[in-house]
């Protein structure tokens, strides 16, 4: 089974440790007794066929006896707190039962993506069936499905009663969704985004997708701009598609010399 890792970085600084399935428990324990994860996430959510047809994701949804074991090892092993994400069953009804099957496990808190595995993201999210979690569990739930604007977000609370909100696509299309001030223009937010990555020496993989997602989502990858992106094999490559080339130059002088001194 493939381990997919995916760091959120917190308000108290930290990462949330986020899992589509385990290999194994030592890659966990290792990264949590550091003192820079915040909690670990085990992603039962994701519908995408690489994940379901490995037994990850989304396909966990259907062995609620492995849910039970993974999180149960968690827990024991774990002082870290530990959560998970799911999307909604067949029926109501069904979600709510693993919902309340999860919560007696002991995780501190649970997402739902308001859409069952077989929708579509053009399918409404339904808002109503994470309501009748929400108001059957204790522990807080975080509400997932069809945040796009920043109004949205108190939106789904009201509507369903969650104690925070979970947001994906709009947040790749332009991260300053998450400002009370307004969005920012997404090709000011995208040429940051490519600062940023060049500073962070991102993964390069990582950066393409998420620039494929900006690009697809407000313009067109078939433009010189998308086929240069796809094209480029490394972060120096995006640098120069991006006019960036002297900064990316900077930021490769300034860490040598720092990685010189150590």
């Not at 998450?178 to 040429?191: A, I, L, M, N």
Request: overall charge positive; charged content about 25%.
């Amino acid at each position: 089974m493939i381990l997919s890792l995916m760091f959120v970085i917190n308000l108290i600084k930290k990462v949330i440790f986020d899992l589509l399935i385990l290999k194994t428990l030592l890659t966990s324990v290792f990264f949590c007794r550091c003192k820079d994860v915040a909690a670990v996430d085990i992603n039962m959510g994701c519908p995408k066929s690489f994940s379901v047809s490995g037994g990850m994701g989304a396909a966990l949804l259907t062995r609620p006896d492995l849910i039970h074991d993974i999180l149960t090892t968690l827990r024991r092993n774990l002082d870290t707190p530990v959560t998970c994400k799911i999307r909604l069953l067949k029926s109501s009804q069904d979600t709510v039962e693993l919902a309340r099957r999860i919560e007696k496990i002991g995780v501190s808190a649970l997402a739902v993506h308001g859409r069952k595995v077989a929708d579509r993201p053009r399918d409404p999210a339904k808002w109503d069936e994470i309501a009748d979690i929400v108001s059957t569990l204790s522990i807080p739930v975080i509400a997932n499905g069809d945040v796009f604007e920043y109004d949205d977000f108190q939106r789904i609370k009201v509507a369903t009663g969650a104690s925070s909100v979970m947001v994906a696509r709009a947040a790749l299309w332009n991260a300053s969704i998450f400002s009370p001030k307004g969005e920012r223009h997404w090709e000011d937010v995208k040429q940051e985004y490519v600062r940023k990555s060049i500073l962070w020496d991102n993964d390069i993989k990582s950066t393409k997708h998420t620039l494929r997602e900006i690009i697809s989502h407000h313009s067109c990858l078939e433009l010189p701009e998308g086929k240069a992106v796809i094209k480029s094999e490394n972060l120096a490559a995006l640098a120069k598609v991006y006019g960036e080339e002297e900064y990316y130059r900077s930021v490769s002088e300034n860490r040598f010399s720092h990685n010189g001194r150590i």
